[in-house]
């Protein structure tokens, strides 16, 4: 694999095709359910900080840093395109183009920084997670959630594949056939947290916490069923069968 500063070197990062198209459609992440979990999580973060500085990072969608304005005094977003985040209200005095690996702040500057399914996107992790704890104060936060889990992902995916294989839909079988061997889209199938975990602990975070959710289903959060035994995975925090993961890491 190419060295990141390579990739940026030859013009592959950021990439082209994350412009504004790309990143619409996301409303699934504000469901009540969502908006409710991270707030709980950024108000824990404050509850534990003695600072009033935060910086999200991502791709455009601004939905962690409208949640951070309500519970830090100082805000930033730094995103690859400003568009979303403008069209939603953020003020243009508060974000900044740019991306995960080039961070345009001063070390020990901020008390959380945050990042909302930005790891399974980006082709060097531990990369930014160095410029992260670059850019956090003794005792910050990094904050990386709405990335999918990869053990659940990889099962998914390939019952997905077989779906279509058996009931003939040829274009769909070659969607998720595709989708599974680009190599340019990393770790699209989902991230390994466990080795994450160990990467954040190499890189100097004193402590790593993985959280395990799921992700709103429509069609299978009516059954009874279904939310009892995902509200009981989550209790006891069992993380391989999670659809996604969040990470609280301290500097």
């Known amino acids: ?16 095709k994350y412009d504004s198209a790309y990143i619409k ?23 534990k900080s003695t600072g009033e500085d935060s910086l999200d990072i991502g791709f455009g969608n601004p939905i962690v840093l409208e949640r951070e304005q309500k519970i830090f005094r100082r805000c930033k977003g730094l995103y690859i395109n400003l568009d979303e985040a403008i069209n939603k209200g953020i003020s243009k005095s508060i974000i900044i183009e740019g991306n995960c690996y080039q961070i345009p702040f001063d070390s020990d500057k901020f008390d959380v920084v945050s990042a909302y399914a930005l790891l399974h996107i980006i082709p060097d992790i531990p990369e930014f997670y160095k410029e992260a704890y670059r850019v ?10 709405g990335d999918r889990n990869l053990f659940i992902s990889k099962i998914v995916r390939r019952i997905g594949m077989l779906k279509c294989y ?9 969607y998720w056939r595709d989708l599974l061997n680009v190599k340019e889209s990393y770790h699209q199938e989902g991230i390994n ?43 006891l925090k069992v993380k391989v069968l999670s659809t996604h993961i969040q990470i609280l890491a301290i500097k």
Do not use: C
């Open 193 to 235: 947290y466990s080795k994450l975990k160990k990467v954040l602990k190499q890189i100097g975070f004193s402590k790593v916490i993985i959280v395990p959710w799921f992700s709103a289903n429509p069609e299978w959060d009516k059954i009874i069923v279904y939310k009892l035994v995902t509200k009981l995975l989550t209790l």
């Open 136 to 145: 956090l104060k003794s005792g910050g936060s990094l904050y990386t959630d």
């Open 1 to 16: 694999m190419q060295n990141i500063s390579e990739i940026i070197a030859q013009g592959k990062w950021p990439p082209k």
């Open 166 to 174: 058996f009931s003939g839909n040829k274009e769909q079988f070659e």
């Open 25 to 47: 459609g996301f409303d699934h992440w504000y469901l009540p359910k969502n908006i409710e979990r991270i707030d709980n999580v950024l108000k824990n973060i404050k509850i």
